[in-house]
């Protein structure tokens, strides 16, 4: 069984900063420290308006120029920068609710053409931190035990149909039983807006909690690649 996400940074956009300095006849240079979805979010929303020489000393750094952006709504130049990720460790339920995330791009685990007769299974967040011992303790022997027959019954269900048909057939069949609970495997891609969406929805106290937990994950690696423009204060979370 399996009680929390693993998620892992494998893709982030690359800006060309030599490139950057060339197009601007040498008037705009990448700030030193600042990351390079920022850098490329300062670039584009200076390029709508050929601000190279940061004529306002309000704006003057990357640091203020991306709040301002923020500020004043000016989004579309934060989708020029994205990252994706690589998500173990969570169920078909949760899975389910994220792809509702239009803006998003994704690559998940095909259930025709994996074997998932040893496929594990996810613990919802709210029995794993239920704090009355022997109710979690009833709530897992369920859950185990429903594992445990869907399993079953999934392997039943494959050499029924597997002696005839292609195995992605017969998977395509068994995979009926499989719970919501079954662990799935996704890659996500997304833009920065498309992120701070996300962060500003599944952060909240209404949010399932699986989601939730996978969020806060997604949103250490935010904070690495764009401090300034996934701040807390600036997304309104909880």
Known sequence: MITSPRVTLIAQTVFNSTKAFEVTEGVWRKEDGATTGQSLAEFAGRSCYESWNRPNS????????????IDVGHWSVLEHASFTVHIEGVSRSLT?????????????????????SSADYVIPPAIDSDHDPKRKEAALAILAAAHQAATSWYKVLVDMYGEDRSRKRAREIARAVLPNMTETKIVVTGNFRAWAHFF???MSDGA???????????????MTLAPEIFLEEKLNLD
């Open 58 to 69: 309000k704006t003057a750094a990357n640091s203020d120029y991306i709040r301002h952006i």
């Open 208 to 222: 399932d909690r699986e989601i939730y937990e996978l969020a806060k994950q997604l949103y250490a690696i935010g």
């Open 200 to 202: 500003e929805l599944r």
């Open 96 to 116: 389910h609710e994220l792809v509702r995330h239009r803006h998003f791009s994704y690559s998940q685990l095909s259930q025709r053409y994996v074997d998932e």
